[in-house]
């Protein structure tokens, strides 16, 4: 796992770390996207999913002040205070492989999961 430059966040831990792949396969889909270099990615949980809460990932232009904003590399991640406490030491990372391609995000927190690896409590 790649450690990041966080800011807004005092002395918490990151929400949510990014593993080389990852910071290389968000960066690459940033550089894709008009404006890129504006956006960050913004990692969210939210209320539902089989489980009581899913996962939620997307590239966003806007961060508001309380935004917890971690820079790797070149890519910058924002989680807002709410998911923050729920992703306190998960790691995402990205997969290219036979049994399918995507993220994946490892949730310490997470007691329970669902078969599709998208939702937890």
């Known amino acids: ?7 807004n966040i005092g002395s918490k831990p990151q929400p949510v770390t990014l593993s080389d792949v990852a910071i290389t396969k968000v960066a690459a889909l940033l550089s894709e996207e008009e404006g890129g270099e504006a956006l960050a990615l913004r990692v969210a949980v939210k209320a539902g999913g089989c489980s009581g809460f ?4 997307f590239f966003d232009s806007e961060i508001a ?3 917890i904003v971690t820079t790797f590399g070149t890519v ?4 807002d205070p709410a998911s923050a406490e729920k992703l306190v030491g998960a790691s995402l ?4 492989g036979l049994n399918g391609a995507g993220f994946n ?3 310490p927190n997470a007691s329970k999961t669902c078969g599709c ?5």
């Open 1 to 7: 796992m790649t450690l990041g430059t966080t800011v």
């Open 54 to 57: 899913s996962y939620d990932m």
């Open 65 to 67: 002040s309380d935004d």
């Open 76 to 79: 910058r991640v924002v989680v």
């Open 93 to 96: 990372d990205y997969s290219d």
């Open 105 to 107: 995000i490892t949730n």
């Open 117 to 121: 690896g998208s939702s937890f409590s």
